[in-house]
């Protein structure tokens, strides 16, 4: 038997902690992790146990985004980044979530991220929307979810520039999470997820859906554009000459 990329677990009662563990593929968006990690998101999302959820990585990493494979599938046609509908987990769970980023989070990874509800960054760890750098436009809701989460100011600068950012840099800048050394990210994610655990589950859920109700409005106008935009961008011969190049340097 294979070995699961995605563990799940109920760390104490009331909260699970989802952990991506795909070690071959350094947390991209490997077949496997896809598929354990949409089938780990629906187990939650019918227990009613549960309270909140917190997602993590393993060791230096937490989410790396698209594969080479995938992405070149995407430059020749043959599938979309809205297959699987993988960005939206953490927004569309009814309960909490908590991004406990502990590790890199790259492309679409670190867009998945900013889905959550709560979200906790390393000092130590890259960040970055690099979509430019292969010469496509964002998807996964980047163009959304960043400039919603950071500021439009930053967001302009990280879907343009596609550079990588420390976590301490992005600090510096700013930014309204929690930027903790790598070894202390995990450890706080707990203590709010604790917090968020002595609440009743109800009024966890009908809060979180009130809140981020304008969120799930808004986001299908912005797939759509960001598809639009693909189908410009994506399939030029440049592109996968960049994808062939300069993926994993």
Partial sequence: MKNSVVQIEEIKPGIVQVTMVDRVHKNSFSDDLLQELSAAFAEINQNPRYKVVILTGYDSYFATGGTQEGLLAIQEGRTSFTEGNIYSLALDCPIPVIAAMQGHGIGGGFVMGLYADIVVLSRESLYTTNFMRYGFTPGMGATYIIQKKLGLA??????????????????????????????????????????????????????????????????????????????????QPEVRDRILSLFGK
Avoid: C, W
């Fill in 154 to 235: 930053l967001a302009e600068e990280m879907l343009l520039h596609a550079g990588n950012y420390r976590g301490a840099e992005l600090q510096k800048k700013g930014i309204p999470f929690p930027v903790l050394p790598r070894s202390e990210v995990l450890e706080h994610a707990n203590i709010l997820a604790q917090s968020l655990a002595e609440k009743p589950r109800v009024s966890l859920i009908t809060l979180k859906n009130h809140l981020v109700g304008p969120l799930r409005s808004e986001l299908p106008a912005y797939i759509e554009k960001e598809v639009e935009m693909h189908d410009k961008t994506f399939h």
